[in-house]
């Protein structure tokens, strides 16, 4: 079946560093990828999105590539600062069929002063 | 700003009671989640319904039951609750099959400690 793998957290990092967090993904077809951020106590927003190969998804400082050949859609900011400390889950959805999202299990991001 | 609303967002309950939690979105989507997610963060699929009088099971077994009356609204229900329901629940809409191009939209999660 449909599966995420990303990196294994938790990630500290200080505050204006480089960002990467890592995804892959299995699919039999070709799937609608996403990241979704969850900031404590709260549900799951929606935080970038691609849904076809080379797409590039962007949002608030943060940008994924969907890079079929790898099957990865790798997490990147450039400078995060201290409220971008969150769990981040990469997803995916596999286009035309039960339309489930697939989940990894979550990348804990502590992002200190 | 929220579209999809979940109440209540905290409940501590004794075992062996009966709950309810409540799901509500306003943008008219057909299809509607419910994840479990354990302290370790994964999520898990324990309901899933693609429109009115349609429900399915997730892949993960759950005990609670679910029930779509109207397409607004899809609530949980826990007959006896114990410790081992003790998790976060969140519920999820999405928009119509055939693009899964839009994700879904979560609701802000009910947290329920059973004692």
């Known amino acids: 079946g449909d599966s995420v793998t990303q990196m294994e957290g938790p990630v500290t990092l200080s505050e204006e560093a480089f960002l990467t967090i890592n995804c892959t993904y299995t699919?039999?077809?070709?799937?609608?990828l996403f990241w979704y951020v969850q900031y404590p106590g709260e549900g799951l927003q929606l935080l970038l999105k691609?849904?076809?190969?080379?797409d590039k998804g962007s949002n608030k400082g943060f940008e994924a590539t969907y890079r079929k050949e790898t099957t990865s859609f790798h997490l990147e900011k450039g400078s995060v600062q201290v409220s971008d400390s969150a769990v981040y889950f990469c997803?995916?959805?596999?286009?035309?069929?039960?339309?489930?999202?697939?989940f990894g299990k979550g990348t804990k991001l502590t992002v200190n002063p | 700003e929220a579209d999809i609303y979940q109440t209540p967002r905290y409940l501590v309950i004794g075992t062996g009671k009966k709950i309810t939690l409540e799901c509500s979105q306003t943008?008219?989507?057909?299809?509607m989640y419910w994840y479990q997610q354990d302290p370790g963060m994964e999520l898990h699929l324990i309901h899933y319904?693609?429109?009115?009088?349609?429900?399915e099971k997730g892949d993960l077994s759950s005990e609670s039951t679910v029930s779509r009356i109207r397409t607004e609204h899809f609530p949980l229900t826990l007959e006896s609750a114990r410790p081992s329901h003790t998790s976060q629940y969140l519920c999820?809409?999405?928009?119509?099959?055939?693009?899964?191009?839009?994700?879904?939209?979560f609701g802000s999660g009910t947290r329920l400690t059973v004692v």
């Open positions: 999820a809409s999405s928009e119509s099959p055939g693009t899964g191009s839009y994700g879904y939209t």
């Open positions: 699919a039999t077809g070709y799937p609608s």
């Open positions: 691609a849904t076809k190969a080379d």
């Open positions: 997803a995916l959805v596999e286009k035309g069929g039960s339309e489930k999202l697939v």
């Open positions: 943008m008219g989507h057909d299809k």
């Open positions: 319904s693609y429109g009115v009088n349609s429900t």
